[in-house]
């Protein structure tokens, strides 16, 4: 049951009891999941987070969706009696939340607090449950609903088809060389449909697999394997995994290694990486009392494609309330970084409305959780797909990449297919 709450400070809020208890280790847990709707997931390298059922949420919308969504929380959690004998990131009192790309996108955001939430870290195993008034416990030994596998995918063009999709990209680079922007992301969509009914635990069983470092995550109808880390906020530590530049894996383990030299040393990918982290550090910069931003980027090695990726850590400083932003605060400050909007920030938003033509929904906007005191996780929701809610055979990918002056429409298109393919290959019968 959900119970009706507000997103402003100030209105009342359920009272939630919140009890987090260890355990001994639960095995896969994503095998625990009883059903496929109402759940979420947060899994990297087998440890993270599997709930489900519903104890409270808010859906939000506008340019403060997540900052609604924030005040909210706090106020959930002030209400809320909360026993941890755990008391690591992710015991305690958490909700899981989603939120559009763009201000005006009618899929708003939303962050949800599950019933029942079983998590690992380190070695350390815990089950949460989360009570509304009157609302008799969960066990985590109820029934389970069998899974199902997709069968006979057929895919489908979304907003525009390859050759319209190339044409977009091609009128992007001429606005930026007729200095509009320096960079804009473009984005396309497709339907994938399914003979039988998609179950999000097959598809994050599958994310989880076959892509042990992204965080496998299921978030209100949104699933995906994304590799970006918007920001990590543990305590006075803040962190971020900024990816930008890309190049496909071709399988063969040589050419690749030569493929990631050629990719660390590419003027226009490099250029591309260095607008997304300066974006990046600008808008932390007013939160943090001391950054560490490396000035030459990595490569991350996915099984699907390559990127030039930066880790940037700060230590946050008080705000001048005395208080230190949450995790979804921060996510909300940092967002739209230049590697899913573009540069600059505001010009690049409006030209990625305009020239892509299509309502990106969640794609691309924060994915993550939060937690009774703050801290949390907020990766981009990048590799994804949403599933539709009016039709359980259907589900929208989305795949993206960042357009500046010396970029090609038809190898754009490429690295778009190589981005689909983590949900492709999920989807496969
Ligand atoms: C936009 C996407 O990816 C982003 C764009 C990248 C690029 O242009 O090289 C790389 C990683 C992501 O920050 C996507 O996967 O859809």
Redesign the pocket.
């Given at each position: 049951m959900s119970a009706p709450a507000p997103a402003v400070t100030g209105l009342p809020v359920p009272a939630l009891t919140v009890r987090t208890t260890a355990i001994s280790d639960p095995g896969d847990l994503l095998d625990l999941l009883p059903t496929s709707d109402g759940v979420a997931t947060w899994v990297r390298r087998g440890d993270g987070m599997v709930a489900w059922g519903e104890a409270a949420r808010t859906d939000t919308a506008g340019s403060a969706r997540m900052v609604d969504a924030d005040a909210w929380f706090t106020q959930l959690r002030r209400a809320a009696d909360v026993r941890d004998d755990v008391a690591v990131p992710g015991s305690g009192l958490v909700a899981f939340g989603a939120f559009a790309f763009d201000d005006g996108d009618p899929a708003g955001g939303s962050l949800v607090v599950p019933r029942i939430l079983v998590g690992r870290r380190a070695g350390v195993s815990w089950v949460t449950t989360i009570d509304p008034e009157g609302a008799a416990p969960l066990t985590l030994d109820g029934p389970r609903d069998a899974l199902t596998f997709p069968t006979d995918v057929t895919y489908a063009a979304g907003a525009a088809t390859p050759a319209e999709w190339k044409a977009k990209v091609a009128d992007a680079v001429a606005r930026i060389r007729a200095g509009e922007a320096a960079k804009i992301?473009l984005?396309r969509d497709v339907w994938a449909t399914s003979a039988t009914p998609l179950d999000t635990r097959a598809l994050v069983t599958r994310f989880a697999d076959a892509y042990p470092t992204t965080w496998a995550f299921a978030v209100d109808g949104l699933v995906g394997a994304t590799?970006?880390m918007l920001v990590r906020r543990e305590r006075r530590l803040v962190a971020s995994r900024?990816?930008?530049?890309?190049i496909r894996r071709t399988g063969d383990d040589e050419r690749d290694l030569a493929h990631a030299a050629a990719l660390a040393r590419s003027s226009k990918?490099l250029e591309?990486h260095e607008f997304?982290v300066e974006s990046l550090a600008r808008a932390l910069a007013p939160f943090v009392e001391s950054a560490n931003v490396p000035e030459v980027p990595s490569v991350l090695h996915l099984p699907n494609v390559m990127?030039?990726a930066t880790d940037v850590t700060a230590v946050l400083q008080r705000g001048p309330d005395g208080d230190r932003p949450s995790s979804l605060r921060l996510a909300a400050s940092l967002h739209p970084t230049a590697?899913?909007g573009g540069t600059p920030t505001l010009d690049a938003v409006r030209l990625v409305r305009e020239i892509e033509g299509m309502d990106r929904g969640r794609?691309?906007g924060p994915v993550g959780w939060i937690g009774s005191d703050g801290d949390g996780e907020w990766c981009?929701a990048?590799?994804c797909g949403a599933l539709d809610p009016d039709d359980p055979h259907r589900i929208r990918l989305?795949?993206?990449?960042?357009i500046v002056a010396a970029s090609d429409p038809g190898a754009e298109l490429d690295?778009?297919e190589a981005?689909l393919e983590p949900v492709r290959q999920a989807l496969l019968g």
């Open positions: 992301v984005a590799p970006e900024v990816l930008a530049g890309t990918d591309e997304a990127h030039l590697a899913v794609y691309a981009i990048l590799r989305f795949a993206g990449c960042g690295e778009t981005k």
